[in-house]
């Protein structure tokens, strides 16, 4: 039984934090769903690999006090909304008086070009510094742990997921805890928690401050992942401008909304702007500083949409529950569909567009289609 016990122990690495503290997750499914055995070895094929290269005693819980240069690795998925949770609780380093480089992807360092946070953003291990006091490293996915051995095999490291795999998650909960646990900072209180940002070369008080348009909507069209790409826009459009005729539409997106947006331009007879595929990123989020409403399926615009502190209807689907990406205060109203987000009908998706502008909520409003996905702090 004690074995049994230290192994569940150690398997639960994958789905518990290692701070002090909780994040919404789906946890409790991922554990339902893979065996004892499956989550050992998720954790322990990684303990090899750090053992054989010499990185498991240099493994630390926080920083040294006096480490002020710091070496941050991200690398993974080049996700832009992933980014954005994941790189919002920068705004923390300056209670540390933290210099950090970013060692990432270009994806990454494009989209962050310019942004003070950094001291650098690094895509080149040539240009690495030799003389950093510490290094973070965002996991210890292959990527992360490869680069750590390669270039810096004796420097003292910390990982803010480390183990932590598999489950959905807020990811700016969590990483602004484990950040805090790192740098050995105070867990927030509610009324201090980081907010999503993007990128801070770009005035984000703008859109707090700013007098948004009346009735001129953002639409965010196209999409990567089919069960997150809705395909009925031009529906939903209609049936706002029956009850709203003086609405007007702002289509944004890249390359992959570039066919829908044509569709909406040729079908409908009213106010539309088209600008997918025509602004660079920075410049999309200044559009979304003054439009009255955001509407996107979860990714990465609905994210910018967030940093950009606009309204928001957003469209769920599947295992993600709206929880995992915004706080319970929030002017934002979510539709979930159990299978994928094109099953949400055109009017109910019209109707929360409506009620959002008319009589926008500070609260999370959560609207589910089938049951409510698996969800607890854990």
Not at 334 to 347: C, L, R, W
């Amino acid at each position: 039984m004690r074995v049994l016990k230290w192994l569940d122990h150690y398997a639960a690495a994958l789905t518990e934090p290692a701070f002090d503290g909780a994040v919404f997750s789906s946890a409790a499914d991922y554990q339902a769903r893979n065996s004892l055995s499956k989550r050992i070895w998720l954790r322990a094929k990684r303990d090899l690999v750090m053992f054989f290269t010499l990185q498991l005693p240099l493994v630390r819980k926080c920083m040294p006090p006096d480490a002020k240069r710091i070496l941050y690795v991200y690398l993974g998925t080049p996700n832009l909304g992933d980014s954005i949770m994941d790189l919002s609780p920068r705004t923390l380093w300056a209670e540390r008086g933290l210099r950090v480089d970013m060692y990432t992807n270009e994806v990454i360092a494009s989209l962050y070009k310019n942004d003070p946070s950094f001291n650098q953003i690094i895509v080149d291990p040539k240009e690495l510094a030799s003389d950093y006091d510490f290094i973070v490293l965002q996991s210890y996915s292959w990527r992360c742990l490869k680069f750590k051995w390669r270039n810096y095999l004796l420097k003292p490291f910390s990982s803010l997921h480390g183990h932590y795999y598999g489950c959905e998650f807020n990811r700016l909960d969590y990483s602004e805890a484990a950040w805090r646990s790192v740098m050995c900072l105070p867990a927030a209180e509610a009324s201090e928690k980081c907010v999503a940002i993007f990128n801070l070369s770009v005035d984000h008080s703008r859109g707090k401050l700013a007098t948004r348009e009346k009735n001129k909507i953002a639409l965010a069209v196209g999409g990567v992942v089919d069960w997150r790409t809705y395909t009925n826009w031009s529906e939903v459009i209609e049936k706002v401008v029956q009850r709203l005729p003086e609405v007007e539409w702002v289509l944004i997106g890249s390359e992959n909304g570039m066919a829908d947006a044509q569709v909406i331009e040729k079908t409908l007879d009213t106010k539309i702007t088209n600008l997918v595929c025509q602004l660079p990123l920075n410049d999309v989020f200044r559009k979304l500083q003054d439009v009255s409403l955001l509407v996107a399926s979860d990714g990465g615009l609905m994210n910018v949409g967030r940093a950009a502190a606009v309204p928001i209807v957003a469209l769920f689907a599947r295992e993600i529950h709206p929880r995992m990406r915004f706080a319970e205060e929030g002017s934002v109203y979510v539709i979930h569909a159990p299978n994928e987000v094109s099953d949400i009908s055109p009017g109910d998706i019209a109707e929360a567009v409506i009620s959002s502008l008319k009589n926008p909520s500070q609260q999370l409003i959560e609207r589910y289609l089938g049951s409510e996905p698996v969800c607890s702090k854990w």
